[in-house]
């Protein structure tokens, strides 16, 4: 049987590796030339700037937008299957909002439903997805 500590140590090594694996991304992308960093962000159809911003993310802020998707009853599993691209945009927009900290307080209190629409840039995209 595993323990409350044991697996508290285990997440804070998994917490650990993975900032450990995103701090090389990010060295890993430093390293390219202005070219190359310049053609993935115009293949992600990003700007430079966005595709450094986003890059930076370390996952929190998706994790927020699956939370509120959630919370609203919307399934992001599915929106990734059948709207890509869609998906893609609103991690984009989390992934360079400002209310990051309001959004992840929200969400802990369980209160984001109805505090959303106050700060969060995606809130025509889910207007749109809750209409359809």
Sequence with gaps: MTTHSSFAFRSAVDRFAAWRKHRRDLHDLADLGGVDFCAIARDLRLSPGDLEAVAKND?????NLDGLLSTLGI????MVRTEPAVMRDMER????????GRCSRDLRAGISRYTYRQYCANTHTIDA????
């Design 75 to 78: 399934d992001a599993a599915k």
């Design 93 to 100: 927009v989390c992934a360079l909002c400002p209310a990051v």
């Design 129 to 132: 997805i809750e209409a359809e």
């Design 59 to 63: 996952g929190s802020r998706t994790e």
